[in-house]
């Protein structure tokens, strides 16, 4: 059955393998994301990590952080055997409930310009680009667009 929740614990490593493999320099390392997990009663001001899975079978995941102002969304992935099954939007909706249940007013990430499928998925989310920091990432030096939707 497929469910959304707070990541498992013994996901974590395979979650750092993900990070790896698909964000490379930008990745969270594991120690990083055991921390996450630490708090994770705390839906508010903390960091966190759902995953998606069919029963223990890990499909993806979003990594959020919820505050007052704005909901950042850190990174979010699906598995390619499940991509475009409406997966990302299930986490993403996910989060989008909880931010207006704590009264954030907007929610907003940062994408790699040359990110084109992630940068459909969050069109497609109705989020808008309000602005561009050049030369953001590094390895490859790219450009990051900040998209953003009101809560
Ligand atoms: C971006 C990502 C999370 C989307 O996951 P997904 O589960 O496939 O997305 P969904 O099925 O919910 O897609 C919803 C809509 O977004 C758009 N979309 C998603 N992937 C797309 C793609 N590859 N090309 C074009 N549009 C896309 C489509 O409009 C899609 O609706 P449709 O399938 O009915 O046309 C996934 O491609 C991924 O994991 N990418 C690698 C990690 C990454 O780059 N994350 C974002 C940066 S943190």
Do not use: C
């Not at 614990?9 to 990745?27: D, K, M, R």
């Not at 055997?81 to 990302?88: E, F, I």
């Not at 909880?98 to 497609?124: H, P």
């Amino acid at each position: 059955m497929i469910n959304i929740n707070f990541a498992k614990t013994e996901h974590i490593q395979l979650i750092s393998e993900i990070e790896l493999n698909e964000f490379h320099n930008e990745a969270y390392s594991y120690n990083t994301l055991s921390d996450m997990m630490k708090d994770n009663y705390l839906l508010k001001n903390n960091d966190n990590i759902f995953e998606i899975s069919n029963d223990d079978d890990l499909i993806g995941y979003i990594i959020f952080h919820i505050s007052d102002d704005f909901t950042d969304i850190f990174k979010i992935f699906v598995r390619d055997n499940d991509k475009r099954k409406g997966y990302a939007t299930m986490l993403l909706n996910k989060v989008i409930e909880l931010a207006k249940r704590y009264n954030s007013k907007k929610i907003m990430i940062e994408v790699r310009s040359n990110n084109n499928n992630a940068i459909s998925f969050y069109i497609k989310n109705n989020f808008n680009q309000i602005s561009i920091r050049k030369n953001y990432y590094k390895d490859p030096i790219d450009d990051a667009l900040i998209f953003e939707r009101s809560l």
